[in-house]
């Protein structure tokens, strides 16, 4: 078995991370709740994965849990039945994070390095902190229903499918008033 090391940036904090060492034969959600506990987050919010390229453009996610969302062919991976191994394998790949899906807590990780040899100790674990994390209540965003549409279409990939329409307009009906006329 290898150990692996990962830097996790959080975004929009300058020189805010953390080095996580993690066993390969671990599994995502031991890494999701050791992420957490570096940043001192609770444990009370929606998370998940996604594999990632050197552009940090999102790919195959890696949910939490399974919540029934079929997305074509693509096999559904959960946190607690993924290893860390099957997930990742190279030095410099990259995953994207995200933690709260109302406040979207994101975070870049990049594989740093992969020791042959397992090391010794209780893994997952913190080894370097970088920076004060922001307290998880800082963002409190408050989102209209417009914008967690929008966020929704964009962790879908569909946001590129829909115009900047009001989604409610009726091209028939402008109120009440005009059913009479198509009776």
Sequence with gaps: MSTYKFRVLIEGEKNVFRDIE???HQNFEEFHN???TSFGFDNSQMASFYLSDFDWNKGQEIS???MGISEGDEEKLIMNKTTIKEGINCIGCHLL???????????FIELLEISIKEKEGDFPKLVHSEGKAPKQNSKNNVLSDEEIMKEILHLEGLDDDFEDEDPYKDDIFEGFDDFDDYQ
């Design 64 to 66: 939490l849990f399974d």
């Design 97 to 107: 994070y995200t933690y709260d899906f109302l406040n979207m807590w994101n975070f």
């Design 34 to 36: 050791c992420i957490l």
């Design 22 to 24: 993690i066993n390969s």
